[in-house]
Structures are given as structure tokens and as C-alpha cells.
């Protein structure tokens, strides 16, 4: 899994750039759309509102949950994706965002979403991409806590740039605590081992850790914070009601990642450098072996001198 270093630099590559300026999109390689997968509570949507502030860009929400039952039929959906789309090039640069974007593209619509028609969009995407042109500062971006749900061939041929959003490490955890306790009106103080709960939340997500702060930091408990000042216990009895990320779940990210193209391009590259490796350690040891041999005999033959 990637670390959240490398997912701030991949968005920042693939979007911020782009987007912020006309000619570094022009002279960039295009890149019409952006998949974001990881648990929940990670911060996918978070990481698209920091673009779209960092950029300037307009923020446009066709999720399935949020178009279900808005200009209904074909003529309506073309309506609707027709002044989308031309609001966008006018109000450029402009991210478009369709959450849980694997419902669109579900191999088997489960009974209960049948209603609100989540894979409106499937056929219309492809054929929107094409209209695309360079000179358009828009970036469709999806995101997705279940990508495994939906088919891989359709999916990845709209979606070509992947990003997994992994939980994060000790320094990222560490981090965070500081910052949501002291966001949410908590004091950092002598009592309070950030240390020690930045070790045990070890595999819950960023938003596990904010719900736990949040109902940690009450109004009643932060007007007794003079008198009583925080301890990690308070923190870590909220935190354990939270679900965290299993190791399980973690590695059907890394299994699925592995069946996209972009991921068996990866699995491939690597594979080609270690036998690449491999081959010059071999050559290597033989001429070193050599070599010692050489050296052997005209010891040898010094001593019988």
C-alpha cells in the first residue's frame, strides 16, 4: 500500500497541477479521470475538497444517491449530463464527483438500490470522455469503498488512474490526534500521551479517530478541562466502539488493485527489474569467482619461486 506521502503527491500530479493551471494542463498528459479507493473513513472526500479549494474548481455531485429520481428517462439524463458538463466548461476548472462509484458499475443491482437506478450512468461516462478536449480543465472523479463490487473491464476503462488511500502509519496517526484535539477545543497537556494513542489506534482510519475526539470533546467536558485535563483512557474507550480497518480487509484492496491493468502493469515492471537484478548478481559472482582464481594461481606460483 501506498503511504499518504505518496497519495498527497499523486494528487497534487494528477489534479491540483492540471487543473490550477491552463498550461501545465496543455502540456501535461491528460488525465480526464481519477479513481480514489480505500476503507471508509479514510479521507477520500476530504482529499477532493482540498483540490478543489487548493485549485479553485467547482464542485459538481453526480453520485447515484444524488441524481436517483432527478430528470428521470433517457432525454432527462441527457438533459441533466448536457448542462453539467457545460456549466463545467464554463466555470472551469471543475471536478465532477460521483460517489460510491463502483454502484454504477455493479455487476448485480441488489434489491434494495433497484429504485434508485445506480448504473444511470454507465453507458453515458464513456462517451462524455470522448468529448473531453485538452483545453478542458475538467477532472471526473470517483470514489469508492467497495471497488470489488464492480466490473473490472467497464470500470477500469473509464477509471485508468487508481490511487488506493491506505489507514494511516504511527507519524500520520500522531499527527492527527494533535490536531483534532486541539481543533475540537481540547489543551494538550503533561497528563495526555499522544504517543501512546497514536500506538494503539494502529489500524483505525482517520475518521474513526475524529468521531472518538469529537465525542471525547463535548461542551460540558471542555468547560471542566481547567479542573480536569484530558487523558488518553477518555480517548480510547470512544475509540474501541469504532470499527477499525482488519488486515483482511486491507489486502482485498491490494487483490483487486492487483486485477486492474494499471496494477498488472505495476506487478510486471517489478517483476522485470528483479529478474533484471537477478541476472547481473549472477554475472557479477561468476567474474568474481574468477578473478579469486586468477589471484590463487599466482600465489601459487610466488611460493614455489
Same mark, same amino acid.
Given at each position: 500500500m501506498p503511504s499518504l506521502t505518496d497519495v498527497k503527491q499523486l494528487i497534487v500530479l494528477y489534479g491540483i497541477l492540471p487543473l490550477g493551471s491552463q498550461s501545465v494542463h496543455e502540456k501535461a498528459p491528460l488525465v480526464k479521470t481519477l479513481l480514489l479507493v480505500g476503507p471508509v473513513g479514510v479521507g477520500k472526500k476530504m482529499l477532493i475538497h482540498a483540490l478543489c479549494t487548493e485549485t479553485g474548481a467547482n464542485l459538481f455531485n453526480l453520485s447515484a444517491a444524488n441524481i436517483s429520481g432527478k430528470y428521470p428517462g433517457k432525454a432527462g439524463l441527457?438533459?441533466?449530463l448536457h448542462m453539467v458538463f457545460k456549466v463545467a466548461r464554463q466555470l472551469q476548472p471543475s471536478v465532477i464527483w460521483i460517489g460510491d462509484t463502483e454502484k454504477t458499475f455493479y455487476k448485480k443491482v441488489p434489491k434494495t438500490e433497484k429504485e434508485m437506478e445506480p448504473k444511470r450512468l454507465k453507458k453515458q461516462l464513456p462517451k462524455i470522455l470522448k468529448t473531453l478536449k485538452i483545453e478542458d480543465r475538467i477532472l471526473i472523479i470517483g470514489t469508492s469503498n467497495r471497488p470489488f463490487d464492480a466490473e473490472?473491464?467497464?470500470?477500469?476503462?473509464?477509471?485508468?488512474?487508481?490511487?488506493?488511500?491506505?489507514?494511516?502509519?504511527?507519524?500520520?496517526?500522531?499527527?492527527?490526534?494533535?490536531?483534532?484535539?486541539?481543533?475540537?477545543?481540547g489543551f494538550l497537556s503533561k497528563h495526555l500521551n499522544i504517543s501512546c494513542l497514536a500506538q494503539v489506534s494502529d489500524g483505525y482510519a482517520q475518521g474513526s479517530i475524529l468521531r472518538a475526539v469529537q465525542a471525547v470533546l463535548t461542551e460540558r467536558r471542555r468547560m471542566q478541562?481547567?479542573?480536569?485535563?484530558?487523558?488518553?483512557?477518555?480517548?480510547?474507550?470512544?475509540?474501541?466502539?469504532?470499527?477499525?480497518?482488519?488486515?483482511?480487509?486491507?489486502?482485498?484492496?491490494?487483490?483487486?488493485?492487483?486485477?486492474?491493468?494499471?496494477?498488472?502493469?505495476?506487478?510486471?515492471?517489478?517483476?522485470?527489474?528483479?529478474?533484471?537484478? +537477478? &541476472? !547481473?548478481? *549472477?554475472? %557479477?559472482? @561468476?567474474? +568474481? &569467482? !574468477?578473478? *579469486?582464481? %586468477?589471484? @590463487?594461481? +599466482?600465489?601459487?606460483? *610466488?611460493?614455489k619461486k
Amino acid at each position: 500500500m501506498p503511504s499518504l506521502t505518496d497519495v498527497k503527491q499523486l494528487i497534487v500530479l494528477y489534479g491540483i497541477l492540471p487543473l490550477g493551471s491552463q498550461s501545465v494542463h496543455e502540456k501535461a498528459p491528460l488525465v480526464k479521470t481519477l479513481l480514489l479507493v480505500g476503507p471508509v473513513g479514510v479521507g477520500k472526500k476530504m482529499l477532493i475538497h482540498a483540490l478543489c479549494t487548493e485549485t479553485g474548481a467547482n464542485l459538481f455531485n453526480l453520485s447515484a444517491a444524488n441524481i436517483s429520481g432527478k430528470y428521470p428517462g433517457k432525454a432527462g439524463l441527457q438533459l441533466m449530463l448536457h448542462m453539467v458538463f457545460k456549466v463545467a466548461r464554463q466555470l472551469q476548472p471543475s471536478v465532477i464527483w460521483i460517489g460510491d462509484t463502483e454502484k454504477t458499475f455493479y455487476k448485480k443491482v441488489p434489491k434494495t438500490e433497484k429504485e434508485m437506478e445506480p448504473k444511470r450512468l454507465k453507458k453515458q461516462l464513456p462517451k462524455i470522455l470522448k468529448t473531453l478536449k485538452i483545453e478542458d480543465r475538467i477532472l471526473i472523479i470517483g470514489t469508492s469503498n467497495r471497488p470489488f463490487d464492480a466490473e473490472i473491464k467497464s470500470f477500469c476503462k473509464v477509471y485508468k488512474k487508481i490511487i488506493l488511500v491506505p489507514r494511516p502509519d504511527y507519524a500520520s496517526r500522531f499527527v492527527l490526534w494533535k490536531y483534532f484535539i486541539q481543533q475540537n477545543g481540547g489543551f494538550l497537556s503533561k497528563h495526555l500521551n499522544i504517543s501512546c494513542l497514536a500506538q494503539v489506534s494502529d489500524g483505525y482510519a482517520q475518521g474513526s479517530i475524529l468521531r472518538a475526539v469529537q465525542a471525547v470533546l463535548t461542551e460540558r467536558r471542555r468547560m471542566q478541562l481547567s479542573k480536569k485535563p484530558l487523558t488518553a483512557v477518555e480517548f480510547l474507550t470512544c475509540l474501541a466502539r469504532q470499527d477499525p480497518v482488519y488486515k483482511e480487509e486491507e489486502e482485498t484492496f491490494k487483490v483487486w488493485y492487483a486485477k486492474t491493468p494499471l496494477g498488472k502493469a505495476r506487478i510486471k515492471s517489478l517483476t522485470e527489474t528483479e529478474d533484471t537484478g +537477478k &541476472g !547481473k548478481g *549472477k554475472g %557479477k559472482g @561468476k567474474d +568474481k &569467482g !574468477k578473478e *579469486k582464481d %586468477k589471484e @590463487k594461481k +599466482k600465489e601459487g606460483k *610466488k611460493t614455489k619461486k
